[in-house]
T-cell receptor, first 117, second 111 residues
């Protein structure tokens, strides 16, 4: 597609459930990033993928959060045993190349709005 | 904790005026700087990026970078009501693996 695609656009789930969020980056973009934006907070970095590997996962807030990327394309962010403080908009971004290759601008998807009841 | 600081605003300017948005960053290792526009309920949209000291112009937008002062700015000329949004300043971390975002400045352009 022309842009970064995320699904679902909205997700409401009960506390304690697991959720999976999907990101399909711009075709040909080798770098993929996950961020989250909570109400009143700035965008917070979660994880960076170069190809299928994640050289920087320093922003993942706890071991309940994990992410993978397959085929150098689609990425899934998984949150296990969700808590109310996980409620946020989860944004995925991609760039043509990543760290060490001359930073290219990151382009964002529309995000997944996650609400934990 | 490396930070990017922005005045939250709101910054109010009349239509046709120049809007000036500023940001400072704390990580001297930051190499690349970006301005995103975010409308309420929408995702960030890239407006400008700048890597070198000095000015970079694109249409009505000019980004300015001063690495010695750790200062980045965005000028919007001939401001339009459609420019009313939150403007996010971002800097790469030293490793270049992530963007560090400011909390944004809200711009309101009145007609």
């Amino acid at each position: 597609g022309a842009g970064v695609s995320q699904s679902p656009s909205n997700k409401v789930t009960e506390k304690g459930k697991d959720v999976e969020l999907r990101c399909d980056p711009i075709s040909g973009h080798t770098a993929l990033y996950w961020y989250r934006q909570s109400l009143g907070q700035g965008l917070e970095f979660l994880i960076y993928f170069q190809g299928n590997s994640a050289p920087d996962k320093s922003g993942l807030p706890s071991d309940r959060f994990s992410a993978e990327r397959t085929g150098g394309s689609v990425s899934t962010l998984t949150i296990q045993r969700t808590q109310q403080e996980d409620s946020a908009v989860y944004l995925c971004a991609s760039s043509l190349v990543g760290a060490g290759q001359g930073n290219q601008p990151q382009h964002f998807g529309d995000g997944t709005r996650l609400s934990i009841l | 904790q490396k930070e990017v600081e922005q005045n939250s605003g709101p910054l109010s300017v009349p239509e046709g005026a120049i809007a000036s948005l500023n940001c400072t960053y704390s990580d001297r290792g930051s190499q690349s700087f970006f301005w995103y526009r975010q409308y309420s309920g929408k995702s960030p949209e890239l407006i400008m990026f700048i890597y070198s000291n000095g000015d970079k112009e694109d249409g009505r937008f000019t980004a300015q970078l001063n690495k010695a002062s750790q200062y980045v700015s965005l000028l919007i000329r001939d401001s339009q009501p459609s420019d009313s949004a939150t403007y996010l300043c971002a800097a790469t971390n030293q490793a270049g693996t992530a963007l560090i975002f400011g909390k944004g400045t809200t711009l309101s352009v009145s007609s």
